[in-house]
């Protein structure tokens, strides 16, 4: 560089000189105010504290009734993520079966969890039509995935219920009665059997199609369950129910083989009104057979069959055929399925299979 340009360019050379000079001072302030919070602590994010987590505790159990099966011990609280609907107070069972009553099918089954010497009642839960067309292995899991099941369970091991509970499908009197019941009597565990059900049941055809599939359920399912599960294994403390094609197909079931349940009840179930007589002649020669099995239609103000359930009822009380008909808020969904349906339904099979009176 010539003595001109030198010149010309020193007070520029001299400014940065100075700038860098202030630049490495601040640089040295800030690396040692970083030193000093970085060994107070200062500007951490929280440190886990071992008192913290061990002020988490088990809730503790709710009063057992007088002769009534155990209740399963409190589950213990984890960190890892719980799946939508899934009990935490139960183990699941998959079983497949290739030669079902109409091909090969699947069923799932959610077992209370216990220390071992806790027997307890067994429900068969028949899922809906929309299940019906999802396949053998997630329309199996309908109850559990697709209406929740698991979340009821919890609820009801935890009471009171709450309004949101029911999706808001329940009237405050409703919602009193049931929590006064689960007072005088807490939910203490179902093995709730769920069988895939392909959509068969149609017209006339359904009452001899009943025939194969409640051979299954019967004769082929129930054996196993009673073997492989810690059931009471009596067909006092066994029942059937679903919801609408489920329904249907646990009062033709139920209704045919009476003597293997002690209840047998349909949600909402998918009537025809030109089916009933059928239905009220099933139901008389079942309780003929079976005089101390419990039966009931639930039905709800918005539902798709409310009036042939009702008018089922009807029929039923004129051939003096006792049965509950319980009416209900709510719709024709998946809503009401993981609402009213399901706590309804454990509720009811709850008290009934282990003797005591029905809210």
């Known amino acids: 560089m010539t003595p001109r340009l030198f010149r010309m360019h020193r007070w520029r050379l001299e400014g940065m000189a100075r700038w860098l000079g202030w630049a490495g001072a601040i640089s040295v302030v800030l690396a040692s105010a970083w030193w ?3 060994q107070t ?9 071992a008192s913290r987590t061990a002020e988490i ?3 503790p159990l709710p ?4 002769n009534s099966a155990p209740l399963a011990a409190a589950p213990v609280a984890s960190q890892a993520p719980q799946a939508p609907g899934r009990a935490e107070r139960s183990r699941e069972l998959h079983w497949s079966f290739e030669q079902g009553p109409f091909g090969p099918t699947d069923v799932v089954i959610s077992v209370p969890t216990s220390d071992g010497s806790a027997r307890f009642p067994v429900l068969v839960a028949l899922h809906g039509r929309g299940e019906s067309r999802k396949g053998r292995r997630r329309g199996a899991r309908g109850w559990l995935d697709d209406y929740q099941l698991g979340r009821a369970i919890s609820r009801l091991a935890a009471p009171p219920l709450l309004e949101s509970d029911f999706e808001q499908f329940i009237t405050s009197d ?10 005088e009597h807490p939910y203490a565990g179902l093995i709730i059997v769920c069988p895939f059900l392909p959509d068969v049941l149609k017209g006339e055809s359904a009452f001899r199609q009943a025939a194969p599939l409640a051979r299954f359920v019967v004769d082929v399912l129930l054996p196993r369950v009673y073997a492989e599960t810690p059931a009471l294994g009596t067909a006092a403390s066994t029942g059937i129910d679903g919801v609408s ?4 197909a646990a009062l033709l079931v139920g209704l045919t083989r009476p003597l293997a349940f002690g209840s047998v009840s349909g949600l909402q179930a998918a009537l025809d009104a030109k089916e009933l007589d059928r239905f009220a002649e099933l139901a008389a020669r079942a309780l003929g057979q079976n005089p101390r099995l419990s039966l009931r239609l639930l039905t709800s103000d918005d539902d798709h069959f409310l009036d042939v359930n009702e008018q089922l009822s009807v029929m039923l009380g004129g051939r003096s055929v006792r049965h509950e008909l319980t009416r209900v808020v709510g719709t024709h969904s998946y809503r009401f399925n993981r609402g009213p349906g399901s706590l309804e339904m454990l509720i009811f099979h709850n008290r009934v299979l282990r003797g ?3 809210p």
């Open 245 to 248: 094609l489920g329904g249907r």
């Open 174 to 183: 409703r919602l009193a009665r049931l929590n006064q019941g689960l007072a």
């Open 41 to 49: 602590g200062v500007g951490r994010g929280p440190v886990p504290s």
């Open 356 to 358: 005591w009176p029905s």
């Open 36 to 38: 000093v919070l970085v």
């Open 57 to 59: 505790a088990p809730s």
């Open 63 to 66: 009063p057992q009734p007088a």
